[in-house]
C-alpha cells in the first residue's frame, strides 16, 4: 500500500474549501514551516484560507502543539520536578500600562505556585514585560534552561524571554502573517499564544484577554470570542485554561514606559494601601485564578485570600527581590530601587487646561506617546530608551482642577517633552459630570 504523499497546496485547498485538516498533514505542514519546506506563498495562502474558514477546537489544538513541538518543550520532572506540582503561567494579550506580570508571578510563587514566565517585548503600542525588566542593571533575561529551572525550583518564579529554540515555527509563522493581513485570525492569534506558552510545560495557564481602546481587540465581544477558543483549544491540548476579559479603555496603574514601570511594581509590591485600585483587583483576580486552576489552592475565593496575605505581608516583595538577584540584578534591588533604577532627566507635568472629571482616554495614543518618546519600538530590532516615560497618570473618574497636571512626563530632551505633553493632553477627555466606573475584569471564561 503506497503511502499518502503530503502536497501542501492540498492543504491549502482544503481549508479554502472548508475542511478539516487532519493531524498528520497540520504537523507536516507546520514542519515545512520549521524548515523551509513549505514556502512563503504557501504558509500565507493557508493563513488566509484559515482566516476566512477559521478552525475547529481540534484543529487549533493540532496546530497549537504542532507549533509548540516545533522546538524545545520544557520537561520540568527533568529537572526535579513532582509530577503534579502546581506549574502555571498567566498570558495578557497586551496594553498601555500592563505591569501585572510583574507583581504577579511572586504573588503568586509567595503562595506556593511555581511560574516559569516566559514574556516577550513590546511592539507597537503595548509595553513589553521583558522590556521593563531590562531597566534594571544586571537583569538577564536568557538564563539557561537549566537556570531557569533553578530559579523556579528556589525562588518560585523566573521572568526570563523566548529563546530561538522554543516554538520556532511561530516565528517564521506570525512574520508572514504580518505582512499579509492574516494577524487578526483568532484560530492563528490563538496558535502563537499557546504554543509559546505551552513549550514551558505548563500544567494550567490563565489568559488575561483585553479588550478596549488600548487593545488589540477593541471590544469586549471580539475578545470573548478570542478567550473562548483559547479556553476551548487548551482544553483540548490538555493544559486547563481560565481566561479573565479586563478593561484596557484607560492605562492600567499610574505609569507607562520601562523604569516608571518598575518603579510602580516595587511600590505596589511594598505598600499595597496605595497602589491603584484598578491595578490591584486584576493582579489579585488574576493570581486567585492561576493559585485555584493550578491545585495550589482549593478554591478560587482561598486563593484570594492568600494572595491578599503575601502581598500584605511582605512576602510578595520579597520573592521579587529573590528573583531579581537571582537573575544578576542588584541583591538590594527593592530596598534601593531608585538608586538602581535610571529615569530621564527632563520631568515635566502635563497640565488640565479646564477643571473637570476625566470621562474618558485615547489609550492607544497614551501608549504611542510613549513609543514617541523612545521607551517603545515600532521595529522589532529598534533599541528602546527604558528611562523614559509617564508617571503620576490620572485615572478615569479623578476630578482634576485647572493647571493640576493629568500625568508626569520623564524625556531625554525638552523638545520631546513637549511634544509627548501635546499628545497626552489630546488623549485625555475631561467632561463636568462624574462617569460611571465598570469593573476592570468583565467577564471570567473557564468552559
Keep these: 500500500m503506497s503511502k499518502t504523499i503530503f502536497l501542501p497546496q492540498e492543504v491549502i485547498r482544503t481549508k479554502r474549501e472548508g475542511g478539516i485538516i487532519t493531524d498528520s498533514d497540520i504537523q507536516k505542514f507546520v514542519a515545512g514551516i520549521t524548515d523551509g519546506g513549505v514556502t512563503d506563498a504557501q504558509v500565507s495562502a493557508l493563513a488566509m484560507a484559515i482566516f476566512f474558514q477559521g478552525m475547529s477546537p481540534e484543529e487549533g489544538a493540532a496546530l497549537t502543539l504542532a507549533m509548540r513541538d516545533s522546538g524545545d518543550v520544557i520537561d520540568w520532572s527533568e529537572y526535579g520536578f513532582d509530577a503534579g506540582a502546581p506549574i502555571t503561567d498567566k498570558h495578557s494579550t497586551g496594553g498601555v500600562g500592563d505591569k501585572v506580570s510583574l507583581m504577579l508571578a511572586p504573588i503568586v510563587a509567595a503562595c506556593g505556585g511555581l511560574v516559569p514566565m516566559i514574556s516577550g517585548r513590546g511592539l507597537g503600542h503595548t509595553g513589553g514585560t521583558l522590556d521593563k525588566f531590562e531597566a534594571i542593571p544586571g537583569y538577564d533575561p536568557y538564563p539557561s534552561i537549566q537556570r531557569f529551572a533553578e530559579i523556579v525550583k528556589t525562588v518560585g518564579c523566573s521572568i526570563i524571554g523566548q529563546t530561538g529554540d522554543l516554538a520556532p515555527a511561530d516565528k517564521r509563522f506570525y512574520g508572514i502573517r504580518d505582512v499579509t493581513a492574516t494577524v487578526e485570525s483568532v484560530p492563528l492569534i490563538t496558535a502563537s499564544i499557546l504554543s509559546k506558552k505551552l513549550s514551558a510545560g505548563l500544567g494550567s495557564l490563565v489568559m488575561?484577554?483585553?479588550?478596549?481602546?488600548?487593545?488589540?481587540?477593541?471590544?469586549?465581544?471580539?475578545?470573548?470570542?478570542?478567550?473562548?477558543?483559547?479556553?476551548?483549544?487548551?482544553?483540548?491540548?490538555?493544559?486547563?485554561?481560565t481566561a479573565l476579559l479586563t478593561d484596557m479603555n484607560q492605562v492600567l496603574?499610574?505609569?507607562?514606559g520601562n523604569a516608571v514601570e518598575i518603579l510602580e511594581t516595587v511600590e505596589f509590591l511594598t505598600d499595597p494601601s496605595k497602589a491603584d485600585k484598578r491595578l490591584l483587583d486584576v493582579t489579585l483576580e488574576l493570581a486567585?485564578?492561576?493559585?485555584?486552576?493550578?491545585g495550589a489552592s482549593s478554591s478560587?475565593?482561598?486563593?484570594?485570600?492568600?494572595?491578599?496575605?503575601?502581598?500584605?505581608?511582605?512576602?510578595?516583595?520579597?520573592?521579587?527581590?529573590?528573583?531579581?538577584?537571582?537573575?544578576?540584578?542588584?541583591?538590594?534591588f527593592v530596598d534601593n530601587h531608585r538608586i538602581h533604577l535610571k529615569f530621564a532627566s527632563v520631568q515635566k507635568p502635563v497640565l488640565a487646561e479646564k477643571a473637570g472629571y476625566v470621562t474618558g482616554m485615547e489609550t492607544r495614543d497614551m501608549g504611542m506617546a510613549v513609543v514617541a518618546l523612545g521607551g517603545g519600538r515600532i521595529d522589532p530590532k529598534q533599541k528602546i530608551d527604558h528611562s523614559v516615560g509617564l508617571t503620576s497618570i490620572c485615572q478615569i473618574g479623578d476630578h482634576i482642577e485647572a493647571n493640576e497636571p493629568l500625568a508626569m512626563v520623564y524625556a531625554a530632551t525638552e523638545e520631546a517633552a513637549d511634544a509627548a505633553i501635546k499628545s497626552v493632553r489630546a488623549a485625555i477627555t475631561l467632561g463636568d459630570a462624574k462617569p460611571t466606573l465598570l469593573p476592570i475584569t468583565a467577564e471570567v471564561i473557564r468552559e
Excluded at 288 to 294: E, F, G, P, T, W
Excluded at 302 to 330: C, D, I, T, Y
Design 208 to 241: 488575561d484577554v483585553k479588550f478596549g481602546n488600548g487593545a488589540f481587540m477593541d471590544s469586549a465581544e471580539k475578545a470573548r470570542v478570542l478567550a473562548q477558543n483559547i479556553v476551548r483549544v487548551a482544553k483540548a491540548a490538555n493544559t486547563p485554561t
Design 253 to 256: 496603574g499610574t505609569t507607562a
Design 288 to 294: 486567585a485564578n492561576m493559585l485555584a486552576l493550578s
Design 300 to 332: 478560587v475565593d482561598a486563593a484570594h485570600g492568600a494572595a491578599e496575605n503575601a502581598l500584605n505581608s511582605g512576602k510578595a516583595a520579597e520573592v521579587f527581590g529573590q528573583m531579581v538577584a537571582a537573575q544578576g540584578g542588584p541583591a538590594d
